[in-house]
C-alpha cells in the first residue's frame, strides 16, 4: 500500500515537499516513482529513484519539466520516499501519484493521489 501526502495550495515560486509512505519490504531491487496528472490530461512521468538490491545503491531519473528543480529522495528506514518540489509554476498543477515496481515502467502499485495546486 502506498499513501502520499504533503500536497495543498501553493503561490509560484514556492515550495512543497510530497511524502509516500509504504507498507511491506521488498528483497528486491525496486523502483519508487511520482507521476502527475492535470485536469485533461494524460498522467505524465515526474521522476523516479532506483534502489539496487543488497548493493543499496540508488539513482534518480527527472522529466525534463522538472529536473533541476523537483528533487526524489528516500528514508529506508521510514520506507518512505520523498519529492522536494522547488520553484514551482503553476503548470505544476496536477494530482501527484507514487507508484512502485520492480523496473521502471513496470509499475505495479499505485497511491490514491495528493493534489498540489500553485497560484500565479
Known amino acids: 500500500q502506498l499513501v502520499e501526502s504533503g500536497g495543498g495550495l501553493v503561490q509560484a515560486g514556492g515550495s512543497l515537499r510530497l511524502s509516500c509512505a509504504a507498507s511491506?519490504?521488498?528483497?528486491?531491487?525496486?523502483?519508487m516513482g511520482w507521476f502527475r496528472q492535470a485536469p485533461g490530461l494524460e498522467r505524465e512521468f515526474v521522476a523516479r529513484i532506483t534502489v539496487r538490491i543488497p548493493w543499496n545503491s540508488e539513482s534518480t531519473y527527472y522529466a525534463d519539466s522538472v529536473r533541476g528543480r523537483f528533487t526524489i529522495s528516500r528514508d529506508n528506514a521510514q520506507n518512505t520516499v520523498y519529492l522536494q518540489m522547488d520553484s514551482l509554476k503553476p503548470d505544476d498543477t496536477a494530482v501527484y501519484y507514487c507508484?512502485?515496481?520492480?523496473?521502471?515502467?513496470?509499475?505495479?502499485?499505485w497511491g490514491q493521489g495528493t493534489l498540489v495546486t500553485v497560484s500565479s
Open positions: 507508484a512502485f515496481g520492480l523496473a521502471p515502467g513496470r509499475y505495479n502499485y
Open positions: 511491506g519490504r521488498t528483497s528486491s531491487s525496486y523502483v
